[in-house]
């Protein structure tokens, strides 16, 4: 099936309060965001001329796993608004497009569309001459074509500042009649073959596949103290020590019938078990804290890692540590105060 690479002609912008069609084609900065993070972690303030239109659309960790998204999720599209709200699940705001469509527990990230994707001419100008990051676009504006199909998705997407505030119930459904009219699958990224994704199981997919043990794909929904990760482990070694409790009981009771006193077998696991219940917990704790510990000591050497090159690109140096001249004058100046977006990835 034949696409044309902008999906859509409708002019979406046209609603836009004080603004006319001509200024908005003309003054696409308009429609950017206030700033940019770039890879090394600069604010700086978006230009289309580098990787700022990549690093909002592109989806390339999900793409590094695709043959194990069928673990994480269904080929389907997304559930509407309306359903996520069925299923107890919170609408959470991410701008990565990493985590559009990513649920865990009762929460779903769901990156809102940016003014400049409703806009044919910004995609005509920035968008068509790159296949994958036009593959990633179209997928993305099919995602929002389920998530928002009833007026009371409408209603709900602009309660949680999905949609620009400035666009009207009767411009979307003209809009998301294109996008669906010139849909193909093959025209969009296969990362939008399929929709929910969950977290949980794209951690372990990052964990086996490519290694990354402690981080996972995203640790948005991990620990954020190391006390809440020893108390829910501990709680867990818990649960299990209850029914170990359980079978010592039931143990005891049969040590005092008869029948099973003589017999070798149930005397032989229960010698075993009751060893191994003494054992047990103390190896399962010292495990825990031995978990945790490797996890702060990683943490904290990625962390000090990162803070020495940081501080090289940012042109600073940490002059009240010991071991730098004190003939240096102290200065939170950068050496390099105009940082150039060159540097970006």
Request: proline fraction near 6%.
């Amino acid at each position: 099936m034949g696409t044309s690479p902008i999906p859509f002609t409708t002019q979406v912008l046209k609603s836009r309060e004080n603004s006319s069609a001509s200024q908005q084609a003309s003054d696409f900065n308009s429609l950017l965001p206030a700033s940019h993070r770039t890879g090394h972690d600069h604010i700086v303030v978006p230009d289309l001329e580098t990787n700022f239109l990549k690093r909002e659309l592109l989806v390339e960790r999900l793409n590094d796993i695709q043959d194990w998204l069928w673990i994480c999720g269904r080929p389907m599209p997304p559930r509407p608004l309306h359903h996520q709200i069925l299923l107890s699940r919170d609408i959470a705001i991410s701008e990565s497009p990493d985590l559009h469509l990513v649920w865990s527990k009762n929460r779903i990230f769901l990156k809102p569309i940016p003014p400049y994707l409703f806009e044919p001419d910004f995609w005509a100008a920035h968008i068509i001459q790159d296949d994958e990051l036009t593959k990633c676009a179209r997928g993305y504006l099919f995602s929002y074509t389920a998530l928002i199909a009833y007026q009371s998705d409408f209603r709900i997407a602009k309660e949680k500042g999905l949609l620009p505030y400035y666009i009207e119930w009767e411009a979307w459904k003209d809009f998301a009649k294109e996008i669906l009219q010139g849909h193909d699958y093959a025209s969009v990224n296969p990362r939008y073959w399929y929709g929910e994704l969950r977290l949980s199981r794209l951690n372990k997919v990052y964990r086996i596949r490519k290694g990354f043990i402690l981080r996972g794909y995203s640790k948005i929904a991990a620990h954020s103290v190391y006390g809440d990760l020893i108390r829910d482990n501990f709680a867990a070694l818990a649960t299990i020590l209850g029914y170990v409790v359980i079978v010592l009981t039931a143990m005891q009771v049969g040590l005092g019938v008869e029948r099973l006193q003589e017999d070798e077998a149930f005397q032989n696991a229960s010698y075993g078990f009751t060893v191994f219940s003494i054992i047990a917990p103390l190896a399962a704790g010292m495990g825990i804290f031995l978990l945790v510990l490797v996890i702060f000591i990683s943490n904290w050497i990625v962390t000090k890692d990162y803070e020495v090159k940081r501080f090289q690109e940012m042109g600073v140096e940490p002059f009240w540590r010991e071991g730098y001249k004190k003939e240096k004058t102290p200065s939170f100046t950068s050496r390099n105060p105009t940082i150039s977006n060159e540097r970006e990835v």
